[in-house]
Structures are given as C-alpha cells and as structure tokens.
C-alpha cells in the first residue's frame, strides 16, 4: 500500500488519474504470438514500472506499431513512404518517451545498420529514473548517443535547452531532424500542452523543421479530435501505408488496419513452422481480411512554412481552437531564460501587440480519420 507521502505527491501526477486502473500491455495480434520480441525486451519492468510510475511505466499499444516501422526494411511489407530515419544519422527527441520503448527498439536500429545518431529521450522529471534505468540496460553501442533529458509538455524553456543541447557540435548540420511521438493523444487537458511541445521544437527560421512521426491509437475520437485539427493547421502530414512485399500489385492501405500488420517476419515464420500447408493458407487468408481490434494509425508530419515566425496562443482553448498569433515585436534574447513569471507577462506583452488569425487546414485530419474510419 502506497504511503500517504506518496500518495499525496501524485495527486497532481498526469500519470496518477484518479481511479488509475491499468496492467502491462501486449501487441494486438493472434494469441500465442510473441510481440516482435529480441533479447533486448527483458530490460522492461511491466508491472512494477506500472505501480512505481503509473501511465509512464506501461508500453502503450501504439508502440508495437511503430517499432515494426522504425527499420530500414520491413521483411514482409513495403511502406509508403518508408522510414525516413535511416537515410543519415537521425538527431532526435522523443517526447512522453516513458519505459523508452520505441527511442531505444530506434537507437538498437540504427547501431546494428552502421548508421549511429544522437536520440535524446524526454519525460517529465519524475520519470527520467525509469528511463536513465533502461537505457543503462539497453547497453546500445556508442555509435548511437541515447542521452535522457527533462521536457514536460509546454515548458518552452526545457525545450530550448534540448535543442541548444543538440546545437553543440553540429558544425552546421541541423540541431535537430526529428521528432518522435508514441501514443501521446489521450487525455484532454494535455493536448495543449503537447502541441506546444511540437511548436517549440520545430519553429525555425526556414522550412519545415524536423520532422514528426506519429504513433496514434484512438481511444475516444471526440475528445481526441480538437488536437487533430489544430495540428493540422500547423503541420503537413501523411498517413503511412503499407502492402505485402509478395503482391506487389495489391493496393496499399493503411499501415495498422490489420492484424497481419502487426505481425513480424519471425512470428510468421514460428507460426508457419507449426501448420500444415491447408492451414497456413487458411489462416493467412483470415487475418490478412481480419482487422485490427482497434483504430491504429502512423503519420508523416512537418511544420508548415507558412506557420513558422507564429506564436502559439497562451489559451489552451484558442490554441485547440486553430488561433495563432504574428508577433509585432521579436521575444527578448539574452543567455540565460527569465523567470517563469516574466516570461508570462512577457508572452502576454507580445500577444496584446500582435495580430491574431485563425488557421486553416484542420479539416484535411478530420478528413482522413473518416475516411479512415469508414473504410475509405
């Protein structure tokens, strides 16, 4: 039983909801199956990360999605576009990045490719133990830096000090290329804040910044929705699509609609291992039709040029809203941040002399989760 000390320091904990009522997860796929598992996953906790540290300490489903993503190739099926992760070392930050789960399965990737990196995993400060925990036992090559650093979701100043962090040494290179989000659309109040996290890490003088990739599980759309159509007036976006290597000529569909999506070249190879030929090609044919058991999608996404100079409304309605603000005076620069309380009255300052619009281009989500939704 949790002491009253401890009970009474998670009352404002995001990953402490009341009534929290959750056990270790599993990817959706045939029972029986393993989920992509290596040698490397026995570094996860479950059950006692769940109880030490609440929503952090749990692999969200949307991850196992992602994972099979994160690769240079995926053995069973093409993706469209694939993964842009491989094509030079990635200087990345993971936002919300819990047990580590997807950044590390990344960082595990791109050493054993050759290709190295920098990948900076982010969480609040309580749960930065658990990850600096899992990255020592992840023991990932030097090659690839995993380094582990504060970011609650809408404190602008810790997200400067990643990137000023991943400034160093660069020699001209882009501070930072990527950013990566697994399963981080869930509760109201923290849509805001978490779209603030993604402004503040892709504003940049030109361009389009770093980009985005996207894992998301829709858990109740209606409360979900508000954050789809203010990002989409901030960012470009693709879904990821997929098809089976051994029909090229099949149409692509989304990546996540079905069970077979989820599964690995080893699964299949097990699973295949154990059945007769009439059962194979019976059981294949049911889960390529069967879908998944819930709504999975990945998505591409950058910063549109047009937004960037914009700043983010300081009201979380008007920001969910698609409101963005051209400042008329440029932010005050100096070595070291200012308190939090100037740095409000600063923001305010700027947002009473600038001009406000609403932003355009939410609709093109809403677009594609109906459709997505209805089979289209």
Avoid at 250 to 255: A, K
């Amino acid at each position: 039983m949790a002491s009253p000390l401890a009970s009474s320091s998670r009352l404002h904990d995001p990953n402490f909801p009341p009534a929290l009522r959750i056990t270790s997860s599993r990817a959706p796929q045939q029972a029986g199956d393993a989920a992509d598992a290596d040698a490397a996953d026995d570094i996860y906790a479950d059950e006692a990360d769940i109880a030490a540290y609440g929503i952090a300490g749990r692999i969200w489903e949307a991850a196992y999605l992602l994972r099979l993503y994160l690769r240079p190739s995926h053995p069973l099926l093409h993706f469209s576009p694939p993964c842009p992760l491989f094509d030079a070392a990635p200087r990345l930050v993971e936002l919300g990045a819990g047990v580590g789960y997807a950044g590390l399965h990344l960082a595990r990737q791109l050493s054993s490719h050759n290709i190295g990196g920098q990948l900076v995993l982010t969480d609040l400060h309580n749960v930065l133990p658990l990850l600096q925990r899992n990255v020592g036992r992840a023991d990932v090559p030097s090659s690839t830096a995993v380094e582990v650093m504060p970011l609650p979701w809408g404190d602008a100043s810790c997200a400067r000090q990643v990137r000023q962090h991943l400034e160093s040494g660069t020699q001209g290179k882009a501070a930072l290329t990527h950013i990566l989000c697994s399963d981080l659309v869930y509760f109201p109040e923290l849509l805001a804040p978490l779209l603030r996290s993604l402004l503040h890490l892709t504003d940049c003088a030109s361009g389009s910044g770093p980009m985005v990739v996207i894992a998301y599980k829709i858990r109740s759309l209606e409360k979900e929705a508000p954050f789809w159509h203010a990002f989409g007036t901030w960012f470009d976006f693709e879904p990821v699509l997929c098809r089976r290597r051994c029909k090229d000529g099949e149409e692509w569909e989304r990546f996540g609609a079905k069970m077979s999506h989820f599964r690995s070249a080893h699964e299949t190879s097990a699973a295949q291992s154990r059945q007769t030929e009439p059962q194979r090609e019976g059981e294949e044919a049911a889960e390529e039709e069967e879908d998944a058991p819930d709504q999975y999608f990945l998505f591409l996404a950058s910063r549109r040029p047009d937004t960037q100079g914009a700043l983010a409304p300081s009201n979380d309605a008007q920001l969910l809203q698609g409101w963005r603000i051209w400042p008329t005076a440029k932010p005050s620069s100096g070595a070291a941040d200012p308190p939090s309380g100037e740095r409000e009255a600063e923001q305010e300052s700027r947002e009473a002399a600038s001009r406000c619009e609403m932003g355009s281009g939410g609709e093109r989500f809403e677009e594609l989760l109906f459709l997505a939704l209805n089979g289209g």
